[in-house]
């Protein structure tokens, strides 16, 4: 859904995503790596049951909450930093 | 003048129950009128607990009524769903109170012993009982109870609620059986007129009745003066805070803090002297918090995500005042905190005794003159 | 580190960064919070770390941030980065946590710059990954360099769609549509605003090279579009709408959605301040005098969060706000005030003149927007625009009552995103005006925080230290 424009020279962190070590773009928001890589789904959400992505990417809207370091965050509010341990718990939700 | 055979002022949990047992037991045509100030929507602001645990220590008469109440939750509760369709998340799984230490644990265990006794005299039993720390926490076995935990007391014979729910499921019920109910109408008035009827003035016209319900919360002094007649009630604030949703690990609801079915915690137990002052003190929120992850060290990572402060109404023994101003029978007010707890006593004994269909011994000990002495 | 400042400012967007420096400047002790990792607000974001490709396509309005953080950064303001305010009082207190840890401090001024967001609108499937708002796209533009790839449809209306629109036709995005659901034809008081805006030929100028872009491309750009709708399943598959009365749809893998832009009001309405309804652009503003003051006298609004009219009148109110301030700290006399003040509220005035005239063109109207009984109104809660309309029907007349008997608002954005829709949804439904329903109240916290966070945090008790005038020697 996004693709990283040529100019940028962000370096990779690894982080642990779901339980998997898996190397992402450093020096932006967990959001925003999560999305450059085309993972739109930020988790699924408790009252629906239905999967969400981030919205505003500005902190308004809490559609990117997921577990970062052992607490629900906005996504979008976090910078991505090595070795983070994020759960997004998507359950059995297959990720295209 | 749109004329009524009861008005009730006041749409929170008493007004709108009471109304609704008005209705249920032939009053007519009832009216209820709804004005949703800060000061005077304790009903919006409860903690939804069904309980009778350690209440009326210093008098029978309320301890009684208090189980009679919960006692009745149940059926009240499954009558209320079937008529509505509306979910009251009622949960019957008891109730606890933790003690953090050994002192406590022995204050707990007597105050059973003392409520035991005062059931006793009106030939009521009291089944609750202390748990040891490792005898409760098998109870709960999916969430941990923090160190300081001694023991537990606990009754498995109340619950839990979604008091909101409650509140618009009452609400819902009333106006299906015929009730009316009117929002963001202000009651500037109560005009007793010739031959026992009775004139509210609102902002939105004039009506008549024959009875008169006050159950307007705070709002009750403003509407009793005109009349020469006061209760004596007085603001207690109580601040609550609520967390994320978690998977569902407690179902046994605890004074200060209980799980709801959709997962989120509601934290908080404070009473306080702040007149009509709902704010949220961050005091408050600190020990609070602080005491609810002593409890259940699991709520340390939990996202607190709303708060709200609540204004209770306060009596000065603590149980409710149902009241028949004596200048005017046809007026009844009623003044209490607990009114989740108390709510199906709204419909099987408030409303017939406010249309005398029965004498009620009971109601007589919860008059306003048991203040005048 | 210190618990009291003279000022603290909530933001460091335009507003507050001209507030912060210039009090900083005149000699107040100066705090910054601000909620993002680098200063600039939304506007400016991360433009200090952008590539010489972004300052070139954002342009000399993005380019401008970097003067006003260079200026900010040379000031003796101390600031505090991913500092997410959660509490603040009229009196002065602010808890506040960063680095997963919470403090209370006192402030004898509290400035508010925190600035403005998308009107959100809930649109049937809105809530579908893949539905954005145009802003997100912009702000992933800014801070990671990330730009949409497969076809996108942008729709709503406002400048702002157009802009971003003509952002990524520069970027060469496969754009298959624009859905504009702006009238076709202004109404007729857009001419009385033209006047004033005609005196600010670079501005339109502006806006016509913007109209240009899109219609050189080619891309199919419909207007006066009604019942737009987002459709799929797991995620968006296609956007629907009717234009010229006929049913159009788009395969889509991102649609852009952006209805215009509302002040952020949370803190205020926490704090009690009295709040006005614009009926014209229908969204709530704090009441304020031309320093900003709202009715507490410690507490001033700055920037689009007072009402939206852009980057630059949001950096001339922080300017102004801080020299009402500096004066009532004793810093300055009344006179030196006015006269720095005058020539901002000049500049304050000739960049207003044609906000008019685009506010008119892009008001919004009431019931423009269709809700659907089945369409998610509180994403939070996952309650439907059917549920409210269902209290309504129940005899509720105020949003706060339709949010306990709904849950519409209680979850963790606290009503940020249905809010303004309840709003017009409850009164639609009550048939009286948006006014008349009342706003979502706000409490503690603004945002959610760990409970041990908020356990363990030290409340502020005031400077209560023992006087010790050799302390420092000490060091």
Redesign the interface.
């Known amino acids: 859904m996004f693709k990283r424009d040529q100019h940028t020279d962000n370096e990779n962190v690894a982080v642990i995503l779901d339980g998997e070590t898996t190397n992402l773009p450093g020096n932006m928001s967990v959001a925003a790596s999560l999305l450059s890589e085309g993972r739109i789904v930020a988790k699924i959400s408790p009252a629906s049951k239905k999967p969400c992505s981030p919205h505003c990417l500005m902190g308004v809207c809490y559609e990117c909450l997921m577990e970062i370091d052992g607490v629900k965050q906005q996504a979008c509010m976090v910078e991505i930093q090595e070795g983070m341990v994020i759960n997004r718990r998507l359950g059995t939700m297959e990720e295209d | 003048m749109i004329s009524a055979d009861v008005i009730v002022i006041g749409g929170g949990i008493s007004g709108a129950a009471t109304a609704l047992g008005l209705v249920k037991s032939g009053a007519g045509k009832v009216l209820v009128f709804?004005e949703?100030l800060?000061a005077q929507r304790p009903s919006?602001g409860n903690f939804g607990l069904t309980w009778f645990m350690c209440k009326g220590a210093n008098n029978p008469s309320y301890a009684r009524w208090c189980r009679m109440a919960i006692d009745q939750w149940p059926d009240f509760a499954a009558e209320l769903e079937q008529e509505t369709g509306y979910d009251l998340e009622l949960e019957w799984t008891g109730g606890a109170i933790q003690a953090f230490d050994d002192e406590q644990y022995q204050a707990h265990a007597k105050s059973i012993e003392i409520l035991k006794n005062i059931c006793a005299e009106v030939d009521l039993d009291y089944p609750v009982q202390m748990f040891s720390r490792e005898g409760f926490a098998d109870m709960i076995p999916d969430i941990e109870l923090g160190r300081d935990v001694t023991g537990v007391m606990y009754t498995d014979r109340q619950g839990h609620v979604n008091p909101?729910k409650l509140?618009?499921a009452v609400?819902?019920a009333l106006?299906q059986k015929g009730g009316e109910?009117?929002?963001?109408h202000t009651v500037s008035r109560i005009v007793p007129e010739k031959e026992g009827a009775i004139r509210v003035e609102t902002t939105k016209g004039n009506f008549r009745c024959g009875r008169l319900v006050v159950a307007a919360g705070h709002g009750i002094p403003k509407l009793l003066a005109p009349l020469g007649a006061k209760v004596p009630i007085y603001p207690q604030r109580g601040q609550l805070?609520v967390?994320?949703?978690y998977d569902r690990v407690l179902d046994i609801p605890f004074l200060c803090t209980r799980q709801t079915p959709?997962?989120t915690f509601v934290?908080g137990l404070s009473t306080e002297d702040t007149g009509l002052d709902d704010s949220?003190t961050?005091?408050a929120?600190?020990s609070q918090?602080?005491n609810?992850?002593r409890l259940f060290p699991i709520?340390?990572?939990?996202?607190?995500?709303?708060?709200?402060g609540a204004i209770r109404i306060m009596t000065p023994d603590g149980a409710p005042i149902y009241t028949k101003l004596t200048d005017y029978p046809n007026i009844t007010v009623l003044a209490l905190h607990s009114a989740v707890s108390l709510a199906p006593l709204n419909i099987s004994e408030i409303a017939p005794w406010i249309l005398e269909q029965q004498e009620s011994s009971m109601i007589n000990h919860f008059r306003n003159e048991r203040f005048n002495v | 580190m210190s618990s009291y400042y003279d000022s603290a400012v909530i933001g460091a967007g335009p507003a507050g960064l001209a507030a912060a420096s210039r009090m900083a400047e005149l000699g107040l002790k100066v705090l910054v919070l601000d909620e993002q990792p680098r200063p600039g607000g939304q506007i400016y974001r991360n433009v200090e770390n952008a590539s010489p490709a972004t300052l070139q396509l954002m342009g000399e309005d993005y380019r401008r941030g970097l003067d006003l953080i260079k200026r900010f950064n040379h000031s003796s303001a101390h600031y505090e980065s991913n500092a997410m305010v959660w509490q603040t009082s009229s009196d002065g207190r602010i808890c506040y946590s960063r680095n997963r840890k919470s403090r209370e401090i006192k402030a004898g001024h509290i400035v508010v710059a925190t600035g403005a967001m998308e009107r959100p609108c809930p649109i049937p499937g809105w809530n579908l990954p893949g539905v954005m708002g145009a802003g997100a796209a912009n702000n992933l533009a800014k801070e990671a360099g990330l730009t949409p790839s497969g076809r996108v449809v942008l729709a709503g209306s406002g400048p702002l769609l157009l802009l971003e629109a003509s952002l990524l036709i520069e970027k060469g995005v496969e754009i298959a549509a624009i859905l504009e659901t702006t009238p076709k034809l202004p109404s007729p008081n857009t001419l009385v605003h033209l006047i004033p805006a005609l005196r600010r030929t670079d501005f339109l100028a502006k806006g016509l090279k913007m109209v240009r872009t899109i219609k050189k491309s080619g891309i199919l750009h419909h207007k006066a579009v009604t019942k737009l709708r987002a459709v799929g399943g797991d995620r968006l598959k296609r956007v629907e709408a009717v234009a010229n009365g006929k049913t159009v749809a788009f395969e889509a893998e991102l649609l852009l959605l952006h209805f215009g832009v509302i002040p952020s009001t949370h803190l205020f309405r926490l704090m009690g301040c009295t709040m006005e309804y614009n009926d014209r652009q229908r969204y709530w503003y704090p009441v304020c005098d031309s320093w900003g003051r709202t009715n507490h006298e410690n507490v001033f609004a700055t920037g689009d969060g007072s009402g939206v009219r852009g980057a630059l009148a949001a950096e001339y109110k922080g300017e102004l706000a801080a020299l009402e301030i500096g004066h009532c700290c004793g810093i300055i006399p009344h006179y030196e005030r006015d006269e720095l003040a005058s020539p901002i509220r000049a500049m304050l005035y000739s960049d207003n003149l044609p906000r008019p005239l685009v506010d008119e063109i892009y008001a919004p109207a009431a019931g423009a927007h269709f809700f659907e009984d089945e369409t998610v109104l509180c994403r939070c809660e996952n309650v439907t625009v059917g549920d409210v309309r269902k209290a309504v029907k129940e005899g509720v007349r105020n949003v706060n009552e339709v949010k306990i008997v709904t849950r519409c608002g209680m979850g963790p954005c606290q009503g940020r995103m249905c809010g303004p829709a309840l709003a017009e949804i409850v009164a639609a439904e009550a048939k009286t005006e948006v006014e008349q329903v009342g706003l979502l109240t706000v409490r503690p916290p603004l945002k959610p925080i760990p409970l041990g966070e908020v356990a363990e945090m030290e409340l502020e008790l005031g400077s209560q230290e023992q006087a010790d005038l050799f302390k420092n020697m000490r060091k």
């Open positions: 709804d949703q800060p919006r909101l509140l618009a609400r819902c106006q109910y009117f929002a963001a805070m967390s994320e949703r959709d997962g934290i949220v961050m005091a929120m600190k918090a602080a609810a992850i709520l340390k990572n939990l996202n607190w995500v709303r708060s709200w």
